[in-house]
């Protein structure tokens, strides 16, 4: 399971949504594959009796009052932008 | 000449006092981040510092009771502060000003502290030794050749150097306490929870928190008592301790600690080990007890760490698109080519490499085997040190196998920088507080910490013994 070809590297990064080049694709392979195996000795590990930890204060569900309060100015909120137009985020055509 | 270098309690004393201004204190700080620059600890000053400490001043003047009048400190550049960038040390966010400022900058800022500068990191804070910062490493202020350690490298450096009185950071696997120990200060990682992460940079939410570097362990109780406490912007956080975390020096007598075994085995510096065993020989007999306790799912926490962290900063950083803040490419003709080209051209080979192991091992069919797996092991981890604290009042260990190497000796080497936080991720699993505190040296002049841990929520009594630890060690640098 721990050897990580260029074609699964390539179908990650499509996952991912990050260009990686030729030489980017055959070092992440090697550095995964050589990262996965290390992690592999958790495969040895009993668990079957073991709850999964996502939380570790023991917090659940903590709830608050849906009520309106003040946001940010619009115009601070856009400042960071890449582009804008008539307060809204311009983004590239989404179809091909 | 001002040192800002002394006690904060003596500093904020004679500020209110009126020996002494937060302008002179500031002033101070940005002369020696000047005199200092060529360590790299800092990547953007404050512009309005000097306005801040007058309006310190003046409150000081008008009679308000600071906790940290004057005092001046440097955040990690992953913390959101207005009035500067905020990178994260990476190029995705280089252009990136943040719109607000988190609990923590604020509650710092009211308690009369002002903040002269942003600190160096490894990107995102993946990493060890700084040297993953997109915008170059900093060196380290006993031996510029080599690393200051990381993520928060340049927090420590900057600590270590006096270039401001503390520094605060995050401590995702040990970003606080690893550094700590290789520069020389004190890095205090809290129960996870107690410091609300709103307005800091996420990275992996279940492990991230936020805490002080400081010159002492008084120092640093008293910075976390300004920065713990629930916030409604976070729901994680949870309640403070009732009565203050600036706590003075306990008794040693008849404190259970337990001595880690894992941690001082294998890969552990040999001189690290024998000066380590010495001053537990002194602890001993100061009257603690200390003995050896072996915790066997110590060494599988990495293993699962270096699965969970992924998958949590894979999902963290997708909202780095291009398309709302940060850097956007200018060759996408498209939706997907900004997302693609954004994320190719502003993410360093680190965080990569982190989104792509996240994605990996969260992808369909391989959920089950990694990630789920990870968190039960994660669970036993907790079961073990549960286990512990029942007979224990703390736990004890080096904070890194190494002191600080050479800049650039293990890069190229991902696994060998992973492995370097063998000795303090599972504090983060397993979410209790832990202190890093220097004690000695080794390879020559080089800082090296030891490692006190404590149950959750019980940072009163982990600070309480880490300053008696202090006194008993006393001058760490001549041992």
Known sequence: MSKIGTTEVARIAKLARIGLSEEETASMSAEIGQIMEFVEQLQNVDVSDTEP??????????????EVRPSMPREQLLANAPEQKDGYIVVKRVLG | MINITRPIAELVADVKAGKLTAADLVQASLARIAETEDYHAVLELNPAALEQAKAVDARVKAGE????????????????TTGTHTTAASNILRPFRSPYEGPVIRRLKAAGAIMVAKANLDAFAHGGSTENSDFGPTKNPHDPTRIPGGSSGGSAAAVALGQATFAVGTDTGGSIRQPAAMCGVVGLKPTYGLVPRTGVVAMASSNDV????????????????VMA??????????????????????SLKGLNIGLIKEYLGQGLDPEIKAKLLATVARLKAAGAEVHEISLPATELALAAYYILVPAEVSSNLARYDGVRFGHSSPKATNLEETYRLSREEGFGPEAKRRIMIGTYVLSSGYYDAYYKRAQKVRTQLIGQFNEAFKKYDLLLGPTSPNPAFPLGSKSGDPLALYLEDVMTVAVNLVGIPAVSIPFGTASGNLPVGLQLMAPQRAERRLLEAAAAAEDLIGDWSAR
């Open chain 2, 65 to 80: 009771d600071l906790p940290l009048a004057g005092i001046p400190f440097i955040a990690k550049d992953n913390y959101l």
């Open chain 2, 229 to 250: 406490g629930p916030d409604p912007t976070d729901a994680t956080t949870i309640p403070r301790d009732k009565g203050s975390y600036a706590v003075k020096a306990g």
């Open chain 2, 210 to 225: 936020l805490g002080p570097l400081t010159r002492s362990v008084a120092d640093a109780g008293l910075v976390l008592d």
């Open chain 1, 53 to 66: 930890t996502d939380q570790v204060t023991g917090l659940e569900d903590v709830w608050r009052e849906d």
